[in-house]
């Protein structure tokens, strides 16, 4: 142990918790503890703003009937933030990082000894310790990370861009891998928001010959233009449906639902063609009217994936390397908008992605 990492760690950090759902992002001086063991103290260059991070704060998912309460995966007061790429500012002794290198920080972190973590897929750990969803997260000037293992350096890639890789260009990443066999002829994009976006920036770079966004939202439809789909598609259009249909001669093999609501699932599983299938990986809420019969009679499938696990996070860090994944739009703003940040995603006044900036004060 060097003494110099002691006299960097932990310390006195700016963060903006809430203390009450649905309250106020107030700024809170926190005291980090000193890494032990593997740990590791990450100075936040860049956090990302997730939808996710909505519904963390408002401390429900909506399911439609009901409403899923999220309020006991956390104690209050709490900081937000899963996207998190910076710098390794102090380490543990038994830690494998070295101080100052540029790091996204895989948030995903599991229990370490259910049959999910030991499948490697801990994002779906039962008792979960996730970065800024059950433990204080990147909405902060730094962040413990519980071992080094989830540090992964991102090199070139700028620190704003590789936040958004832990979870929106996870997801999408993640999603696809799930439809490997069937986007031969391409893949529908149901939701062109951040994550959205992302998906079509991993497809173009994965080569998905054809891909066909779909959205409610004009503005959307135009990003997703920018960001290279082939075909768009105004779902609030009567027939949009059918639009999908001409294109694809019959309906598309694979499809990503990147919204999650009712009307998305079903617009999307009313795309599929034969043995076609679609992954939900939105989250907004609703219930999925589904006409049973189409199941066996088109063999179509519905599947959920959940953000993604280690592996794929190093696979989709090591694609970012390769300069094959165009960037999607981003825009910056400081730690001290948390807050309006929030506010603005879940009233649906963002395009793209917000990635706060704590480092630049
Ligand atoms: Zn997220
Ligand atoms: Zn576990």
């Known amino acids: ?37 593997a740990q590791v103290v990450v100075e936040v260059d860049a956090c990302g703003v997730c939808h996710s991070d909505v519904h963390l704060w408002e401390g429900y998912f909506d399911l439609g009937d009901r409403k899923l309460d999220l309020s006991r995966g956390r104690d209050l007061p709490f900081t937000l933030g899963h996207e998190i790429a910076g710098r390794v500012v102090a380490a543990g002794p038994d830690a494998g990082a070295a101080p100052g290198e ?21 994002q779906l750990c039962p008792r979960p310790r996730a970065i800024g969803i059950n433990v204080d997260g990147g909405y ?16 070139d890639v700028p620190a704003t861009l590789a936040a958004t890789y832990a ?18 002829d391409g893949v529908l994009v ?16 994965l080569d998905i010959p054809e891909i066909i966004a779909a ?50 699932a079903s617009f999307a599983v009313g795309a ?20 049973v019969p189409l199941l066996p009679l088109k063999s ?11 592996d794929e996070m190093a696979e989709l860090i090591r694609l970012a390397q390769t300069g094959r994944l165009e960037a999607t739009p981003i825009e910056t703003r400081p730690l001290a908008e948390a807050e309006q940040a929030v506010r603005d995603l879940r009233d649906g006044r963002v395009v793209g992605r917000v990635v706060l900036t704590p480092g630049r004060g």
């Open 300 to 310: 179509i499938s519905l599947e959920g994936s959940y953000v993604g696990n280690p």
């Open 215 to 264: 959205d409610i939202d004009p503005a959307k439809l135009a990003a997703a233009r920018e960001a290279g789909a082939h075909h768009t598609i105004d779902t609030a259009e009567p027939g949009a449906v059918k639009q999908v249909m001409r294109l694809t001669g019959g309906g598309v093999a694979a499809a990503v639902d990147f919204v999650g609501s009712a009307s998305s």
């Open 272 to 291: 599929l063609g034969r043995r076609g299938k679609v992954i939900v990986v939105g989250l907004l809420g609703g219930t999925l009217p589904l006409a």
């Open 140 to 155: 902060a000037e730094r962040v413990l990370v519980p071992h080094s293992r989830y540090l992964h350096p991102h090199g």
């Open 190 to 205: 149901v939701g062109a928001g951040g994550v959205g976006l992302a998906g079509i920036a991993i497809a173009r770079a």
């Open 102 to 122: 540029s790091v996204v920080v895989y948030p995903w972190v599991g229990c370490g000894d259910c049959a999910m973590c030991a499948a490697g897929d801990e």
């Open 1 to 37: 142990v060097c003494d110099h990492r002691a006299a960097n760690s932990g310390g006195e950090v700016k963060s903006r918790r809430f203390s009450t759902y649905g309250g106020a992002l107030d700024e809170v001086d926190v005291e980090l503890p000193a890494p032990q063991g």
């Open 167 to 184: 979870c929106s260009g996870l997801t999408a990443f993640a999603a696809l891998r799930k439809l490997e066999e069937r986007t031969g």
